[in-house]
């Protein structure tokens, strides 16, 4: 922890910090008052370029013949610049709305989705903003739902397995598509030359700390959850050789880093990040972290068995504990990566809110948005008026979860979701109830898998945009059997940011007793209900029956129709007019590109 006195904390008057969390959307700034957390202002920004999913933007793409960067499937990308935009814009907005003086403003701290990874020089540039590189799709960043490095992660797990590798049991056995490696794995075979010149292989959480303070400090959590570091070592270059010779300096060369404890100052405001968000230059600068993490000071949830569940366009779930414990299909346990002294564990589903969100915009007639509308609702909130109707399995239908694949416990990218029961009678709101239910049965699955490896669930606390859902929310505790807190604050990770900016200025001497002075008092509880509970309980056997069956391996037809997809989209990229290759036409990383692609 840094010494107040370089941080411009005056004990003797009222004092604020800022926290900025950075969604898969949008960024929004919180200004909080640090001898309470009181949240008095808040800003959001949206990305320009949301989520590029299926061509590179024509704005910041070079290309000069106006052909268009068409992107493989399960490709998920961002523009880095946005992020940037988010201190320009949302940061100037929020200290507006609190009315505050900016020079009472002692710290700020960011929070990440992960594993966001961006390659940049080393200087911090990201490649796509260099000359020659803004047409090329490894330039940019990859954002934690890209799942196209699938085939690596599988390669990772394969040959880890094979070598017992000390570190995979901490991850549940199996790395994800999703991380550090795999990613980097990617670039490596797909673009060669945007590898080479890369010279840092960064989380997006260390990236735009980097941008404030102008020091690249590798936070604890990202290392240890995404970045597989433990105890005090990556992987080894033995290893690395093996998944491929060029990849055996890949931790020394392009990812390892002086890593920052969480709740640590990085280093201060640079003036040119002064100027952008409106704040005192020289204010302290957090060590970066999570969104998921960081939210668990803001629940006060930061003792063991107190499982938070951060529930937006996917969900995490993060909890302490005072043991060691090898959990399967867990994302990672990491020493310290909550907080200092616990071991924290971390899971996750891939898809919630993002299901939901598909089946409103594709699976709901017309007619069903004229009603909503007409009664003053959205879409969602009419469903669930009609769904919250319904006796437990009145619609007869189980579903699988997996639209965007699975992220605990099975740890399969290639997996998809399903609707079994079907009939000509169903309507959408059955539909969309089963799939409410069904991420809570992944849930339930999560929370299962961690009391089955000695790993207690005494607590289960709800943050995000979803706990508004009153529906969803008494689902979950019927189906955990779990009562079920929410967190009083809307801006959870961005008040937990704002938590360790405090800390990182001196005003607290430790998470633990910031989060007690500064985090949100609870929202609305939810307790189970017993005949709920019975009933759920036949729902979820039928569950775990179809999860097994089509995830352990039972039934591969999910990976061969992923398998089908892909080669009927080359076929129909190659016959298409028009279209820009992936990378430069021609070279050798266009031809990989296209190998994988198939």
């Known amino acids: 922890m840094q010494s107040s006195d370089n941080t411009g904390f005056n004990p003797g008057s009222e004092n604020y910090v800022i926290g900025v969390d950075y ?39 070079d290309v000069a013949d106006g052909t268009v960067t068409r992107l493989p499937g399960d490709w998920a990308l961002q523009v880095p610049n946005d992020y940037r935009d988010v201190l320009r814009h949302a940061v100037p907005a929020a200290i507006a709305d609190a009315g505050i003086d900016p020079s009472a403003v002692v710290g700020i701290a960011t929070d990440f989705t992960a594993c966001t990874m961006v390659p940049v020089k080393a200087d911090g540039t990201p490649l796509n903003e260099l000359p020659g590189f803004a047409n090329r799709p490894h330039a940019y960043v990859k954002l934690w739902r890209h799942h196209a490095a699938q085939a690596q992660a599988d390669r990772i797990n394969v040959l880890a397995a094979e070598l017992g590798e000390s570190w995979l049991p901490r991850y549940g056995g199996l790395s994800s598509s999703e991380w550090e490696f795999a990613k980097g794995l990617q670039l490596l075979e797909e673009d060669p030359e945007a590898y080479a010149e890369m010279d840092h292989w960064v989380e997006a959480a260390d990236w735009i700390v980097w941008q404030l303070c102008g020091n ?25 050789a093996a998944l491929n010779p060029q990849f055996k300096d890949f931790v020394s060369a392009k990812l ?34 999570v969104d998921a993490h960081v939210t668990a000071p803001a629940a006060k949830a930061v003792e063991p068995g107190q499982l938070v569940a951060i529930m937006g366009t ?35 589903q891939s898809g919630v809110g993002d299901i939901f969100g598909w089946f409103t915009k594709y699976g709901v007639p017309p007619e069903y948005h004229e009603a909503a509308a007409a009664q003053g609702l959205g879409i969602h909130e009419y469903l669930t ?37 079907q009939t000509l009678a169903t309507r959408p709101e059955d539909t969309y109830r089963a799939l409410l239910e069904a991420t809570a049965f992944g849930t339930r699955t999560i929370v299962d898998a961690f009391r089955d490896s000695g790993v207690p669930v005494k607590e289960f606390i709800v943050a995000g945009g979803l706990l ?31 938590i360790h900016a405090a800390v990182a200025a001196g005003t607290y001497p430790d998470i633990r007793s910031a989060a007690a002075a500064m985090g949100s008092a609870p929202g609305a509880v939810y307790t189970p ?10 729902l979820f056997r039928e569950y775990r029956t179809l999860h097994d069956y089509f995830g352990r391996g039972t039934n591969d037809v999910m990976h061969r129709l992923k398998a089908i997809q892909r080669g009927a989209a080359r076929r129909s990229a190659k016959a298409e007019p028009g279209n820009g290759a992936a990378v430069p036409a021609g070279s050798d990383a266009a031809e990989r590109l296209e190998e994988v692609s198939a």
């Open 23 to 61: 969604g898969t959307l949008s960024g929004r700034a919180v200004v909080v008052r640090v001898r309470d957390g009181k949240e008095l202002g808040s800003g959001v920004f949206d990305y320009p370029h949301a989520v590029v999913t299926e061509a590179l933007p024509a704005d910041v793409a």
């Open 216 to 240: 690249y400090v590798r936070n604890a959590c990202t290392a240890g959850y995404k970045g597989i570091y433990q105890d005090g070592n990556y992987p080894s270059e033995e290893f690395l």
């Open 256 to 289: 390892d880093h002086t890593i920052g404890r969480l709740g640590d100052a990085a280093g201060f405001l640079t003036a040119e990040a002064a100027a952008w968000t409106g704040l005192p230059e020289g204010i302290a600068v957090a060590v970066g972290n």
């Open 314 to 348: 996917s969900t995490c779930h993060v909890m302490n504990g005072t043991e060691l414990r090898e959990v399967p299909g867990m994302c990672g346990v990491v020493d310290g990566g909550i907080v200092d002294g616990l071991w924290g564990y971390e899971a996750g």
């Open 385 to 421: 008026e009609l769904a919250s109707g319904q006796a437990i399995g009145e619609h007869g239908l189980i579903a699988l979860d997996w639209h965007s694949g699975n992220r605990s416990v099975l740890v399969d990218h290639e997996l998809s979701g399903a609707v079994v029961g």
């Open 468 to 498: 508004k859902n009153k529906l969803l929310m008494q689902i979950y505790a019927d189906i955990t059997g779990l009562q079920l807190s929410t967190i009083g604050s809307t801006q959870g990770p961005a008040l937990g940011s704002a």
């Open 529 to 538: 209900i017993p005949e709920n509970v019975a009933a759920y309980e036949e």
